[in-house]
């Protein structure tokens, strides 16, 4: 039987082991963002395997300091493989701690440094944010919530990443002036495809 996608069977994937997470940034180290939107140089993605279907659930992007106004955010998909040049490794961390020592088979990749390598095809943006005053100046009661991307929760465009034969990838932008930092954490339930797709 195919997955049934309803928004109300997350927990039961939780429960099942089949939800992953990886953030970029930890406790008071704030991850530093991009100074611009550029798909090569993602701050946070994933790289889905051939025969591996994902669910995106989440993702949290959260300024500490902004250098300067205009912060953007865009979270997309490709059906190609964008590389993994300037990037560094992550490992994902299952949300059921029954299954700790049950690894994602989806490859995470941190901090850019540089171009990816591949340039990301046939994108598909699922998530934008874009704010013209420097979020440091927002005080008191603040206008602007943080990035929240829930497809379940109806929050963004929800996607399927991944087929049977090619590496797709899901990943998230930060763009902030001069000089950013902040972090990301996002999370994802994941198949193989054949049982996402049974019939």
């Not at 205009?70 to 992550?90: E, H, M, R, W, Y």
């Not at 850019?112 to 944010?129: E, F, L, M, Q, Y």
Request: charge should be negative; hydrophobic fraction near 40%; charged fraction near 15%.
């Amino acid at each position: 039987m195919a997955i049934d996608l309803s928004p109300d069977k997350e927990l039961q994937w939780v429960k099942e082991g089949r939800v992953f997470s990886v953030q970029h940034g930890d406790l008071t180290t704030p991850a530093a963002f991009e100074t611009d939107l550029v798909r090569q140089t993602f701050d946070w993605g994933l790289r889905v395997p051939a025969g591996v279907v994902i669910v995106p659930l989440r993702v949290a992007i959260v300024t500490e300091a902004t250098g300067a106004a205009v912060f953007q955010a865009l979270i997309s998909t490709c059906n190609n493989d964008p590389g993994t040049t300037g990037k560094s490794a992550a490992t994902p961390v299952n949300v059921n701690s029954r299954y700790a020592t049950v690894n994602s088979k989806v490859f995470a990749y941190i901090t850019s440094t540089g171009n990816s390598g591949t340039a990301p095809a046939n994108n598909i943006d699922v998530w934008r944010s874009y704010v013209q005053v420097d979020i440091d100046s927002v005080t008191g009661s603040a206008t602007f919530e943080q990035v929240v991307y829930a497809p379940l929760q109806g929050r963004g465009l929800p996607c399927v990443v991944g087929d049977n034969s090619n590496v797709n990838a899901f990943y998230v932008m930060v763009g902030n002036g001069t000089s950013a930092t902040g972090y990301v954490l996002g999370s994802w339930a994941e198949f193989t495809y054949d049982e996402f797709y049974a019939a």
